[in-house]
């Protein structure tokens, strides 16, 4: 966000208005604390960390503000300078996967004008447990399949960052499967089947196993789905995607049922085994109906709002899957592109009204604020 600071000058003879670069904006504080933590919770002394005296808070009329349209979470005693909780603060609400979640501050002055921006890094706790988009993940699998044959299990998702998100996958003991856990090069990790024993149909054409997905937080959390496979007598190609990763750019603000792109796979075997659709393999909370996915032609169409502001970048698992159960991915990575559709916002911080006829020139008067959305030339202001 576009973010500058400008004080007005005092009316001269010509009545005209001056604007200079603020002088007293100072350095920034900082505090951290975790995510959930309790309503009217202490979290650090402004009136310490800035080297001012308690009594002079409420002089001063000392105040909050939240950066731009934001809420306001964090609020000051003005007896003690204390720094307190005001809102219950979510940080998978407010930032979603992203490694660091930080909220925006200003701490406003008078007499003389001063401005301090406060920085809150908020810390995540491990409050949300791995969960499967199924509850049952089903595979066809032929009896001629080869030993060390794998198959791509659905990915388990945690709202929460770090450590206390997916941290393993686990199986129970069988004599037909291993598990494989790999991780992914842009973070998370998923899991796949190994055949360990070939599958004879005659003798068991039903297996089900459990499959568990865990975090490294404490107390550590987890969620399962069941595997259930069906032995069949015959399909030995899975569908083959034509690209391994598919990318496109698509402008904010684009219409509903824009076509982003179609991807496409081909199954080397006929009929059942070879008939190919498509459905994405997770969707994260924050593309949870932005995108839909054709099963039959394969394309990919817009369903939703899309914010470049909100999100900028977006990455989709899609699978392929045949007639009798064997599946393949392709990764779907869009670009969203800036468009200038956020007029500049003027915030006057703080204001003296009404102006002395005897103020000299130069004199201080008030704080204009002005912030721009958008990115690189569509934010200068």
Known sequence: MGHKAFSVLGLVTSLAVFLLALQTVCGDVSYSFPEEIKRGSIVGNIAKDIGL?????????????????????????????????AER?????????????????????????????ITVHVQDINDNSPQFKKNTIKFEIS?????????????AHDADVGQNAIQGYSIEANEYFRLNVIAKGGGGK?????LEKELDREQQH????????????????????????????????????????????????SPLDTVVVTVSATDADEGINGEVTY?????????????????????????????????????????????????????????????NDNAPLTFIKSLTNPIPEDTPPGTEVGIINVQDRDSENNRQV
């Not at 002089?59 to 000051?76: E, H, Q, V």
């Not at 015959?234 to 995607?241: G, K, L, M, R, S």
């Open 206 to 253: 039903e297996l089900t196993i459990v499959l568990v997905a865990t975090d490294g937080g404490t107390p550590q959390r987890s969620g399962t789905a069941v595997i259930h496979v069906t032995v069949l007598d015959a399909n030995d190609n899975a569908p083959v995607f034509s690209q391994a990763v598919y990318k496109a750019s698509l402008p904010e603000n």
């Open 89 to 117: 603060i979510d940080r998978e609400g407010l930032c979603g996967k992203k490694a660091s979640c930080v909220l925006k501050q200003e701490l406003v002055l008078e007499n003389p004008l001063e401005l301090h921006r």
């Open 53 to 85: 005296e308690v009594g002079k808070l409420s002089a001063r009329k000392a105040r909050l503000d939240a950066d731009g349209n934001s809420k306001r979470y964090c609020d000051i005693n003005l007896s003690t300078g204390d720094i307190i909780v």
């Open 279 to 339: 459905e994405f393999d997770h969707i994260s909370d924050e593309s949870n109906n932005v995108f839909s996915l054709d099963e039959t032609t394969g394309e990919v169409r817009v369903s939703g709002s899309i914010d470049y502001e909100e999100m900028s970048v977006y990455e989709l698992q899609i699978t392929a899957k045949d007639g009798l159960g064997l599946v393949s991915s392709s990764t779907l990575m869009i670009d969203i592109t800036d468009v």
């Open 190 to 194: 998923y899991s796949e089947l190994v």
């Open 143 to 155: 009896e001629s399949a080869n030993k060390g044959s794998r198959y791509r299990l659905d990915e």
